[in-house]
């Protein structure tokens, strides 16, 4: 058990996954700040001064407060975090293409290869000629050898 679990444990993906939760994880702070400290501003500023997220209602009758600016924030930092890894996919999808696009490099034929395929050629083309002769023989009146 504890073999497979080292196989496991030790693979190339599972630390490439590693990093990549970890790098999501400060790319979600970095978002985080940006939609916090910059965009909720600013769109507190475009609506006349107001703090999305201290928006909040209380519900008559009780003590419930809801807090929607939270979530009205929370759903402008989903919508940045998700347009800007579409960015980042589509920017490696075209890396990708262009790399898909170069033409491979035909393999160059050292000159034994090409020896042998004259060698080759050359054979053919005689083996041809014997077949053809022999069968001009086989047509042909037998002549007389006594001229």
């Known amino acids: 058990m504890w073999k497979d679990f080292k ?18 994880a400060a790319f979600g702070k ?28 209380k519900i008559p009758g009780t003590e419930t407060i809801i807090t929607y600016g939270a979530f009205i924030q929370s759903i402008i930092d989903f919508l ?3 347009f800007s890894i579409f960015m980042v996919i589509r920017l490696l999808a075209k890396f990708k293409k ?11 034929i050292d000159a034994k290869e090409e020896l042998l395929k004259e060698i080759r050629d050359l054979l053919q083309a ?16 037998p002549s007389d050898s006594t001229e």
């Open 30 to 57: 970095i978002v985080t700040s940006l939609v916090e400290n910059i965009i909720t501003p600013l769109i507190g500023l475009i609506s006349g001064g107001i703090d999305l997220s201290k928006e909040q209602a």
């Open 80 to 82: 940045i975090i998700a």
């Open 98 to 108: 262009k790399e898909v696009e170069q033409p491979a490099e035909t393999p160059s």
């Open 126 to 141: 005689q083996q041809s000629a014997t077949i053809e002769t022999t069968t001009v023989d086989r047509h042909l009146p």
């Open 7 to 24: 196989e496991f444990a030790f693979k190339g993906n599972i630390f490439d996954l590693a990093i990549a939760v970890v790098i999501g």
